[in-house]
């Protein structure tokens, strides 16, 4: 496994608490360093016009205090390092994930007021940064749609068959066998198929449905094969439905441990990163946490 550590950023809120929870249990299951890191934010940063009597002491942090306190008694606790740092969050966690295998952090933290249901810091490190991103959600998100799976540990990952995302497969792949659960790979399509011959003049296609459900399923097999070969103890379920790719995410994450998706890479055109609009929705509504994984990158590129 890899040596570089687990992050997960704190600042004290339930949410934050939440995200180090899972965070260590990842370094566990990873035999990997666990790196705990509070971005400290003060009046200087968010009020230029406040004369601040500037930040204490770097030993002096009572966010990292109170972790060091939950973490003490904790068996067989992976190595552990705790760090303060200093800037505005939303800049400084992204770039954690430099020198992270993981970033792990709660929806939003203690600056996020009760209908957020995403924080800046979360979309922000889900945009940006380098590493793959786990976001915690909150308890109690209700999914109203049910589907049906294998009882036992689940994670969940979205393949789109068009421009599947190898990097976010593989990762799923490691996460089931680390977690010993099972894959289940949603694979939507769009139905009904459109095609216009004259300016408003709607086609009806000429493959029916069964048909485009079984292509994709070939391909989604085809993509799966190679993380297979690798993971071969991994069970895959692979479910194909027609419709909104983000809304069978979100069904799916009932129950589960984990919901995987690939962030966008960079285009020529449009150089900024970008979640896209399942991802967004995925990471805004799911029951479970969510685990965000840049694409490989390009040409030496950073994706």
């Given at each position: 496994m890899s040596t570089l550590p687990v992050i997960a950023a704190v600042d004290g809120s339930d949410d934050s608490l939440r995200a180090l929870d899972w965070a260590l249990d990842a370094a566990r299951r990873r035999q990997a360093p666990l790196r705990v890191v509070h971005v400290r934010q003060y009046a200087a940063w968010a009020q230029p016009d406040v004369l601040a009597a500037g930040?204490?002491?770097?030993?002096?942090?009572?966010?990292?205090d109170d972790v060091r306190d939950r973490l003490a008694d904790i068996p067989d606790r992976p190595v552990t390092e705790y760090l303060a740092l200093e800037g505005a969050s939303s800049?400084?966690?992204?770039?954690?994930?430099?020198?992270?295998?993981?970033?792990?952090?709660?929806s939003r933290?203690?600056?996020?007021?009760?209908?957020?249901?995403l924080g800046s810091n979360g979309m922000a490190a889900a945009r940006d940064a380098e590493c793959p991103v786990i976001v915690v959600p909150p308890p109690g998100r209700e999914v109203h749609e049910d589907v049906e799976v294998e009882p036992g540990p689940r994670v969940v990952v979205g393949l789109q068959v068009d421009a599947p995302g190898e990097a976010t497969l593989a990762f799923?792949?490691?996460?089931?066998?680390?977690?010993?659960?099972?894959?289940q790979v949603v694979a939507a399509y769009q139905w009904p198929l459109q095609a216009w011959a004259v300016p408003g003049e709607l086609v009806p296609p000429i493959v029916d449905q069964e048909a485009v459900?079984?292509?994709?399923?070939?391909?989604?097999?085809?993509?799966?094969?190679?993380?297979?070969?690798?993971?071969?103890?991994?069970?895959?379920?692979i479910y194909t439905a027609p419709g909104d790719a983000a809304g069978h995410l979100v069904a799916a994450s009932k129950d589960a441990e984990l919901v995987v998706v690939g962030r966008h890479r960079r285009r020529l055109l449009a150089p900024a990163?970008?979640?896209?609009?399942v991802t967004q929705a995925v990471l805004l509504h799911a029951a479970s946490p969510v685990a965000v994984v840049p694409p490989e990158a390009a040409n030496g590129e950073r994706a």
């Open positions: 930040p204490p002491a770097p030993d002096d942090d009572p966010v990292l800049a400084v966690v992204p770039e954690l994930g430099s020198t992270a295998q993981l970033l792990v952090l709660g933290g203690r600056g996020g007021f009760a209908g957020l249901l799923a792949h490691t996460e089931a066998a680390l977690r010993g659960a099972r894959l459900e079984n292509e994709t399923r070939t391909l989604a097999e085809g993509f799966l094969a190679p993380h297979r070969k690798r993971h071969p103890d991994v069970t895959v379920d990163r970008m979640m896209g609009s």
